[in-house]
């Protein structure tokens, strides 16, 4: 298991860091390759788009930029954003809050 990255796609995460820091959103994509993480209405950068045909409006678009994955912190249920640990239950590793235990 690829303990490096704890952060799995459907994940609630906090921004920690940046122009965004302190929104939350759903994890949508991980980028393992270059340990980012795209989350659904965070980092929401304007790209120009280009008409490619008639009935295709050219304009803005708003898309979600990667964030790397040390700017965003895991959310739990109880205390908010935390770091992740783990435990072991029978011979699974499960992913816990480091403050309070809960299972992530
Ligand atoms: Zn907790």
Not at 3 to 26: H, L, S
Not at 59 to 77: F, Q, R, W, Y
């Amino acid at each position: 298991m690829d303990t490096k990255f704890k952060i799995r796609k459907d994940d609630t995460v906090q921004v920690i860091a940046g122009k965004d820091k302190g929104k939350r959103g759903t994890v949508v994509r991980v980028l393992t390759k270059k340990d980012a993480v795209i989350v659904s209405g965070v980092n929401i950068v304007k790209k120009t788009m280009k008409r490619r045909s008639q009935q295709e409006q050219g304009g803005i678009a708003e898309i979600e930029a990667p964030l790397h994955i040390s700017n965003v912190a895991i959310v739990c249920k109880k205390c908010g954003p935390t770091r992740v640990g783990y435990k072991l239950d029978g011979d699974k590793k499960i992913r816990v809050c480091r403050k309070c235990g809960e299972a992530l």
